[in-house]
């Protein structure tokens, strides 16, 4: 009865130590008397009792790594605390498990170590806006130390950078400065092109006023000359008039006009008065001029 | 003791449906064995009757514990129930990406180099290729890929 007991115990020891089962996501490294032998993906094991030991059970999903923060000088001598954040997957867990003591230790300081290193040899304004740079470098660096290690390092991100109250209080006022010197240097262009446009404008209304009173001029010259064409013409025609016939012709228009003249200054309003033109006697002299001209007209006769 | 002495067939089948609960409660496929051992000696009892004495009991309940085990090892090789990781690239990012094609970041000198997969980038070996050429996954080594040249 009592080995009956012994041996149920030892059954259920044996397989309370002998069944494993390795969930998705994980594995198990069996040790044989202290030495590796073999690795247990998920699923449902069975390991010979007391003889096999589970050395390490190696997650085996991409897992997150906080970086803590941590101050670094950059090359222009600004000291700005950093944090980061660095993903990594085991991917051999055998290597991961024997090849290095305490990975997530030795993984958090050689990412904070190399952080201080590509920082460091940067300035502020580079740190600031080339972080994928940064990124990429850094997990350059990593991947490669990490390699013996089975470990993959996916991704490392630098999270925060802070540069001391101080500086960004004056990076602020330089931005506002800069706005400031932007807007100022805009505002005087808008005046200058105003002006400019301004005495455009008046260069080209002188320009035109000048054209049209040149055109003017000219259009005037042109009628005084043409005035005086036809008037030459006139003249002309008058003479020639003379010429072929008589003087006294001429003198029969004058006598027309001052008798026409004579005629107005007569019914005009203020009748009280009779001007007489000065020269009344040759307004006699050019009737004498028509009496000439009857009297040639009858002798001809 | 009263139990180890005169169990009924009953008392075995509550024993075994007890630790199947148990099972239920803390997974791990331990107490399973001993469950379903518990619940064939309750079947045996049922049938035999007095032909098993307690301490057969016990060694059968035993016996069956570890057969049950053994059993269920060839029934699961026997039907692939119990996939190998060979065939699954579930956590195994090495696995996942034989057979695709990727560019080089760095040239690959003294048969190792960097090619860019996804948004990050893996150690390769492989033939020198130069940089910006294309290679083809064709194995893995923990986490360096094995690549050769892509036509």
């Known amino acids: 009865m009592e080995l009956t007991i012994a041996v149920v115990a030892l059954v259920v020891i044996g397989i309370f130590l002998g069944v494993k089962t390795v969930s998705q996501g994980n594995q198990y490294t069996v040790e044989r008397f202290g030495k590796y032998r073999k690795t247990l993906s998920p699923g449902l094991h069975v390991i010979v009792p007391i003889i096999d030991r589970i050395g390490a059970k190696v997650n085996m999903m991409e897992q997150v790594l906080d970086i803590p923060a941590q101050q670094v000088i950059s090359q222009d001598n600004a000291t700005v605390t950093i944090d980061a954040v660095c993903f990594y997957q085991v991917v051999d867990s055998v290597k991961a498990t024997y090849e290095v003591n305490q990975l997530y230790r030795a993984m958090q300081n050689l990412v904070m170590t190399n952080i201080r290193t590509v920082l460091g040899s940067m300035d502020l304004d580079w740190m600031l806006s080339k972080r994928d740079e940064i990124n990429a470098r850094i997990l350059t660096i990593v991947d490669e130390a990490t390699n013996p290690w089975g470990v993959k390092v996916t991704r490392i991100e630098i999270k925060d950078i802070l540069p001391p109250h101080d500086l960004v209080e004056a990076m602020g006022r330089q931005m506002k400065a800069e706005r400031l010197k932007r807007a100022q240097i805009l505002e005087a262009e808008g005046t200058k092109q105003a002006e400019i446009l301004e005495a455009e404008g008046e260069k080209q209304a002188q320009i035109l006023t000048a054209e049209g009173a040149k055109e003017a001029a000219f259009r005037e010259a042109e009628a005084r000359e043409r005035q005086a064409e036809a008037e030459a013409n006139a003249t002309t025609m008058v003479s020639k008039a003379i010429a072929e016939g008589n003087v006294q012709a001429i003198n029969y228009f004058v006598a027309q006009k001052y008798v026409d003249a004579l005629g107005k200054i007569a019914t005009s309003d203020n009748q009280k008065v009779l001007m007489l033109p000065l020269e009344a006697s040759s307004v006699i002299g050019s009737v004498a001029g028509v009496a000439e001209i009857a009297k040639e007209a009858f002798t001809k006769k | ?151």
């Open chain 2, 1 to 151: 003791m009263e139990f180890f002495s005169n169990a009924e067939y009953w008392h075995w089948m509550v024993f075994g449906l007890v630790l199947l609960i148990l099972e239920m409660f803390a997974p791990g496929a331990i107490l399973l064995w001993l469950g379903i051992a518990a619940l064939i000696v309750g079947t045996l009892l049922l049938f035999l009757g007095e032909l098993l004495t307690p301490e057969w009991q016990w060694i059968v309940f035993s016996v069956f514990s570890v057969v049950s085990i053994i059993a269920w090892r060839s029934f699961s090789k026997k039907r692939k129930l119990n996939e190998p990781e060979e065939d699954s690239s579930l956590n195994n990012r090495g696995k996942s990406l034989i057979g695709k094609t990727f560019t080089l970041a760095t040239a690959i000198e003294n048969g190792v180099g960097k090619a860019k997969v996804g948004d990050t980038y893996w150690r390769v070996t492989g033939p020198d290729t130069p940089q910006g050429g294309k290679v083809k996954v064709v194995g893995f080594e923990g986490a360096t890929l094995k690549v050769e040249k892509s036509l």
